[in-house]
């Protein structure tokens, strides 16, 4: 009889196993399965290892960062442990009393992971690789996590190779650093970085050696990240002083240094010391500074920076085939740039020469004049006024600007800013003196500003500001010098980022000295190829100093005779070519890849466009309007419309609007024209109402004239003394420019025919209308409105074919005759009719 204890057994034994096993194969696999099943089978296919091994390297790379970390700060105790009297690899299974019946008595440790700690640390920091032995905690901790967690941080093949040239490096580094400072214990380089030094240095000393490190890590550098390295730029130049070919002598350029003006502080003042204040010390203006510097024609101007610079992330990340049409192109830029050069956009006028400095008057002294009583007076004025409404103050501090001087006020605690800020008449009256500003508080300074008048105004000659360092190394784009600040510094603006100027003042108060200087101060600046003006002039004199420039910097209609635009009807025409010169910009940018005229003349210069003939250099446009009232009262929305459409899309495409009007009201400065125009400039303006129309502030009803203006940029408000130019210098400036060797013609701008210009058959004959006639009809009479320009843009038509379908339309009685500065009437009201029109029409055929 079986024993009942082997039957249990064996009888268990089957049923845990008996849904697995088929029938007939039971015996079999019973005796070979059995430990296999019961116990977990490690073998390198199994994920598990993996993990294993992966939280392993991660642990050891924590426990390695607490021990290394620790040693750091305990490495005096754990070192003396682990000296060979004491202790070493050998003691470190053997407890405290073993320890100490070895008759080691110094047992103790202080690393924070203990004896194990210690003794580790100590062999890869001091006995091996120093400081450096924390590469292992980054390899260990990468290794673990990609084992882990199955994501690649780094690829495992550089990881090693970078680190195991950072352990090296380091160590030897520090130990090279060591080397100089003496009295420091050698742990930190270990035994490696220490030998390894004491082994250069005998071979090739200590110059050497740090000769050999620069070169391992520019070396590792260049090989990780390609680094390029780049000779510093050198200073632009003032004038190009090239003569067909030959180089002229460098041409001596004066520099003055902006002075700008220091403040004069009072200390706490209130009624009681008004009448015994201190003698002010007479405001000594600093001497004005002269230097003279010797500029070099620069001929490497176009510095092209060729190269396969693509970067190694955008490499992986894009699509291989792109990425070979990029490096073809690439490529193929080079091999044209090293067989003819970068493309030289200056070429045609290589010989031009910026206007020379003395063609600019110098007027004034350049020094400000305010005498110590004139300060001493304003200054006591301002505190009886305040005193006398009870408004104490802690301190007054005055800064001489040209046109005005500012007084900044630290009112008493407890003073309400709107009190003083209502005051502002009577300080007025009690200074009896035009233009005082008060400004409560200053932006971001705390105090209150009140800006008085100069008696003496000192005026700001536009040959100091273009002499001034900062516009000679200014590296703006348009760079436009204004005029001086309130702290008499040079204040230079640039138009590209504006990127349009609203200007407005009543008559007399410097407008066309402020248009001019802007001009002038890119004449300074620019060569031809680089900058075309636009120039519109209603009142027909202002600009016509500039006719002489024509050749050089004048863009016109072709077939158009003078380039300087007094004309309603051009103006229109040429605002609707300057469109069409936009979009055919945009097109240009978007065939080059490229999001803006900086990109795309750099592409262009480095011939990086893939099919250049059809890519031309873009210069940039400036469009000036001096007197913009007089347009928009006889031509209305004819203007409006294509500006606001410049001004909103024009600055990538390198076209700026400066635009002049006597009178900002709302009706001339619209809506949509100043939400365009973000930067304003205000000179002085008849009442608070046009300044706020102007500057969205009060302030420019205040200035006293004479280009005092108010600057503003949307957050900031600045008073500036606008540069001054005269006829007689502009004069002399165009002949200079208009003297030179000029392209054959103006710059010529798109052809665009107007409404009126159109003088095509005016009998309609149905079968010879235009195969775009239907859809342009129903264009008409959808938008209701009657023109050129519509059908020119939205069907994408040439300007000639779109006029002649508006003659079209005309003589079909679709739409009325031409108006002049309004649109066409449309004579169908709506689709529905017009579909019936198309209706008899064809059964007409
Ligand atoms: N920056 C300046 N510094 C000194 N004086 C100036 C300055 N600007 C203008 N003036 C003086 O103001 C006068 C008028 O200036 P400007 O002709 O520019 O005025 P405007 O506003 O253009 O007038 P209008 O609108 O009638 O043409 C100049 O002749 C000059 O005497």
Not at 329 to 344: H, I, P, R
Not at 720 to 726: E, I, K, R, S
Request: hydrophobic fraction near 40%; aromatic fraction near 10%.
């Amino acid at each position: 009889m079986p024993i009942k204890g082997n039957q249990f057994k064996s009888n268990s034994f089957r049923e845990e196993n008996s849904p697995r096993q088929p029938s007939d194969k039971g015996a079999k696999v019973r005796s070979s399965r059995p430990v296999s099943d019961s116990m977990p089978v490690f073998n390198l296919q199994d994920g598990r290892v993996i993990k294993i091994a992966g939280l392993f390297f991660l642990i050891l790379s924590i426990f390695f960062l607490i021990a290394f970390t620790s040693y750091l700060f305990t490495w005096e105790q754990d070192q003396s442990y682990v000296s060979a009297s004491n202790g070493g690899w050998s003691n470190l299974f053997k407890t405290q009393q073993e320890l100490l019946d070895k008759g080691i008595t110094d047992a103790v440790v202080d690393n924070w992971l203990g004896k194990f700690g210690a003794l580790l640390s100590n062999q890869f920091i001091f006995e091996w690789f120093g400081v450096a032995s924390f590469v292992f905690v980054f390899v260990f901790f990468i290794i673990g996590y990609r084992m882990l967690f199955k994501v690649h941080i780094f690829s495992l093949g550089k990881t090693l190779g970078y680190s195991f040239f950072v352990l090296i490096f380091l160590s030897v580094a520090v130990g090279f650093v060591h080397g100089f400072i003496i009295d420091y214990p050698h742990f930190l380089e270990g035994q490696f970085g220490f030998w390894s030094n004491r082994l250069l240095d005998a071979q090739i000393g200590q110059a050497g050696t740090g000769g050999v490190l620069v070169f391992a890590a520019l070396t590792v550098l260049i090989i990780a990240y390609n680094i390029d390295f780049k000779l510093p730029e050198r200073k632009p130049k003032l004038a190009i002083a090239e003569d067909d070919g030959i180089i002229a002598e460098p041409e001596a350029i004066e520099l003055i240094e902006e002075i700008p003006s220091k403040p004069v502080e009072w200390p706490r003042a209130s009624a009681a010391n008004t009448v015994k204040t201190e003698a002010v010390k007479p405001v000594e203006p600093e001497p004005v500074f002269h230097e003279t510097v010797v500029l070099r024609p620069d001929d490497e101007s176009a510095d092209p920076e060729i190269g396969n610079d693509i970067p190694l992330t955008l490499e992986v990340e894009r699509p291989t085939p792109e990425l070979n049409v990029e490096k073809a192109d690439d490529e193929k830029a080079k091999s044209l740039v090293d067989q003819f050069g970068t493309y030289d956009h200056k070429l045609d006028l290589a010989s031009y020469k910026m206007p020379p400095l003395d063609l600019l008057e110098n007027y004034g002294s350049n020094k400000i004049q305010v005498n110590s009583e004139e300060l001493e007076a304003n200054k006591n004025k301002i505190v009886e006024t305040l005193n006398h409404y009870n408004i104490e103050i802690d301190k007054i501090k005055a800064t001489i600007g040209p046109t005005v001087t500012l007084y900044e006020i630290i009112p008493a605690p407890g003073v309400r800013i709107s009190k003083i800020k209502n005051l502002e008449d009577d300080i007025a009256l009690s200074l009896a003196a035009l233009g005082i500003r008060i400004i409560a508080p200053m932006p971001g300074k705390g105090t209150i500003g009140i800006e008085v008048p100069n008696q003496n105004p000192e005026m700001v000659s536009m040959r100091s500001m273009m002499a001034s360092e900062k516009f000679q190394t200014t590296t703006m784009e348009l760079p436009i010098a204004l005029g001086k600040t309130i702290s008499n510094e040079v204040f230079i603006a640039d138009l590209a980022k504006m990127p349009h100027l609203l200007v407005a003042g009543a008559t007399g108060q410097g407008k066309s000295v402020g248009i001019n200087a802007i001009l002038v101060s890119l004449l300074y600046k620019k060569h031809p190829a680089e900058l075309k003006f636009v120039l519109v002039d209603p009142k027909k004199v202002e600009l016509t100093l500039f006719r002489k420039i024509e050749r050089h910097f004048l863009a016109k209609l072709p077939d158009d005779g003078d380039a300087i635009i007094t004309d309603t009807k051009k103006v229109v025409n040429t605002l609707n070519s300057l469109c069409i010169e936009m979009d055919q910009r945009y097109d240009l940018l978007k065939d080059a890849q490229v999001r803006n005229l900086k990109e795309y003349n750099a592409k262009f210069i480095n011939r990086k466009i893939s099919n250049p003939e059809k890519h031309r250099y873009l210069p940039f446009i400036v469009l000036v309007i001096d007197e913009f009232a007089d347009l928009m009262m006889t031509a209305g929305k004819e203007v409006e419309m294509p500006i606001a459409r410049i001004a909103q899309l024009a600055r990538a495409v390198g076209i700026h609007l400066v635009i002049a009007t006597q009178r900002p009201s709302v009706n001339i400065i619209t809506g949509t024209i100043k939400a365009n125009f973000p930067s304003r400039l205000a000179f002085r303006v008849l009442s608070k109402i046009d300044s706020r129309t102007i500057l969205d502030a009060g302030g420019a009803d205040q200035l006293i004239g004479r280009g005092d203006m108010l600057f503003s940029t949307g957050s900031d408000l600045i008073r500036l003394q606008c540069a001054f130019v005269d006829t007689p210098e502009v004069e002399k400036i165009s002949d200079f420019i208009g003297s030179q060797r000029g392209y054959p013609s103006a710059y010529e701008l798109p052809e665009y025919v107007g409404e009126g210009d159109s003088s095509g058959p005016k009998d309609f004959d149905p079968d010879d209308r235009d195969p775009m006639f239907e859809e342009a009809a129903r264009l008409i009479v959808m938008h209701q409105q009657g023109s050129t320009s519509l059908i020119q843009r939205k069907l994408k038509l040439g300007y000639n074919r779109a006029g002649r379908i508006i003659d079209q339309l005309e003589a079909a009685g679709i739409v009325g005759p031409f108006e002049g500065s309004k649109a066409r009437e449309v004579l169908y009201p709506d689709e529905y009719s017009l579909m019936q029109y198309f209706e008899t029409l064809e059964n007409k055929d």
